[in-house]
Structure formats: C-alpha cells, structure tokens
C-alpha cells in the first residue's frame, strides 16, 4: 500500500502532470453515488491538473444515474456524457468511454464509490516512480478484480475484469 501524503505536497507533487486528464466511469444503477463520486473525483483532480474531464458512459440503468449525469453536465462542462442505446456490458460502457476519451492520462473507476477516487493520487504517484504507461490496482477484498487503471495517454488500452485478458495499442 503506498503511503498518504497532506494536500499541500501531493499538490506540489503532481505540478508537473498539467495535462488533460480523462476519468472515464460506467453508470449502471449507479444513482444514489453519482453526485458523491463526482465531488471526490473533481476534489482529486484539481490537485492534479485544472485541464480534465469526467466522462459518465450510461450503459443503459434503468435507474435515474442518466438523469443525475446530465445534472452535473449542466453545472460543469468538463462532465462528459455517453448514453449508450442499452446495456451492453460493464467492459463495453468502459471501453467505449476510453474511445471517446480525450486526456494524455486515462483513469478508470466503478462509480459506486466501492474503491476510493483518492486512489487517482497513489496512481499518478506510482506512475511518475516508475515511469509505467499503465498502472493498475488489484481489488483485494473480493477475490481480485482488477478495480481500477491509470493508463498515459493512448498508447496502451487494458480492459478490466477479473483478470487482465486483452492489452492493445492504440
């Protein structure tokens, strides 16, 4: 597990990743997290970079998760939609997402605030230690899913699921 540092010093940490970041998640039922992982993640990403964008790809929920996307569009312009016609799958909604994807620097994260939107901050800190193009974190409590991925620019793709099953370039 890599160490936590105070706000001031990730901040100064990071100066250097002012680029685009893309922060790509799928809805799926996901209403009543929306909102909350929309403030955590923007609270993250301003400590990184003021040139980001959080992309919702709707994979068809039958629940208000469209609605509530489309709220935060209306307050923020860096929030960026894509309502799939049905549900086509947790990796499709994800990897459709990554397609459409603008940034220098992906990062994907469920949106039920299951894992930490934090986890942006160990990331960028382990990407710039060891210079990865991918760097992704293994879920523990629930047998191994691979929870979340930090990817630079679009050179390399890795889809998620339980086990990394297909790395492209892009």
């Not at 312009?77 to 994800?94: C, E, P, Q, T, Y």
């Not at 299951?114 to 760097?135: C, G, H, I, N, Y």
Request: charged share 25%; net charge neutral.
């Amino acid at each position: 597990m890599l160490s936590l540092m105070s706000d001031a010093s990730i901040t100064k940490e990071h100066a250097e990743f002012a680029m685009r970041l893309s922060i790509v998640t799928a809805l799926y039922n996901s209403a009543p997290y929306v909102e909350a992982f929309y403030n955590r993640m923007t609270a993250v990403a301003r400590k990184l970079t003021r040139d980001y964008e959080i992309i919702f790809v709707n994979d068809g929920s039958p629940d208000e998760s469209l609605d509530r996307a489309v709220s935060l569009y209306k307050r923020d312009k860096r929030v960026r939609i894509i309502d799939l016609s049905r549900n086509f799958g947790h990796h499709k909604a994800i990897m459709t997402g990554v397609s459409m994807a603008r940034g220098d620097l992906i990062f994907l994260l469920d949106s039920d605030l299951e894992e930490d939107p934090e986890l942006l901050l160990q990331f960028s800190r382990e990407m710039k230690a060891t210079k990865s193009d991918v760097v992704y974190g293994v879920q523990q409590k629930h047998g191994g899913a691979i929870l979340s991925a930090w990817v630079r620019g679009h050179s390399i793709v890795c889809s998620m699921s339980s086990l990394i099953t297909h790395c492209q370039r892009t």
